[in-house]
């Protein structure tokens, strides 16, 4: 198993930033890529942002690229997402989710999520 936290929503005007973080914890071995979601009300969940474990290549929605950056810091099991430019589009609720290896198969594990409202 696999616990994620997220942390570092709030509200904030249009233009400004905030930086979310993800704590992971628990078999925090087993992890090869992290990424960020979100999900505006009314609306299904997307994806934002992706790093692998490794350090290999990051990926990013379109529409967030150039604002946003996506880091993992694996000494302290986190994953990190620098949002910045932000628009009031950007309001959602951000989930992040951890690809995990296992013997039975890939499995995958969900934090809890943080709220990021951006005023006009």
């Known amino acids: 198993q696999v616990q994620l936290v997220e942390s570092g929503g709030g509200l904030v005007q249009a233009g400004g930033s905030l930086r979310l973080s993800c704590a992971a914890s628990?078999?925090?071995?087993?992890?090869?890529?992290m990424t960020w979601f979100r999900q505006a009300p009314g609306k299904e969940r997307e994806f934002v942002a992706a790093?692998?474990?490794?350090?290999?290549?990051?990926n990013y929605a379109d529409s967030v690229k150039g604002r946003f950056t996506i880091s993992r810091d694996n000494a302290k099991d986190a994953v990190y997402l620098q949002m910045n430019s932000l628009k009031p589009e950007d309001t959602a609720v951000y989930y992040c989710?951890?690809?995990?290896?296992?013997?039975?198969?890939?499995?995958?594990?969900w934090g809890q999520g943080t709220q990021v409202t951006v005023s006009s």
């Open positions: 790093v692998t474990w490794s350090g290999g290549p990051t």
């Open positions: 989710k951890a690809y995990c290896k296992a013997v039975a198969g890939p499995t995958e594990y």
């Open positions: 628990g078999r925090t071995f087993s992890i090869y890529a």
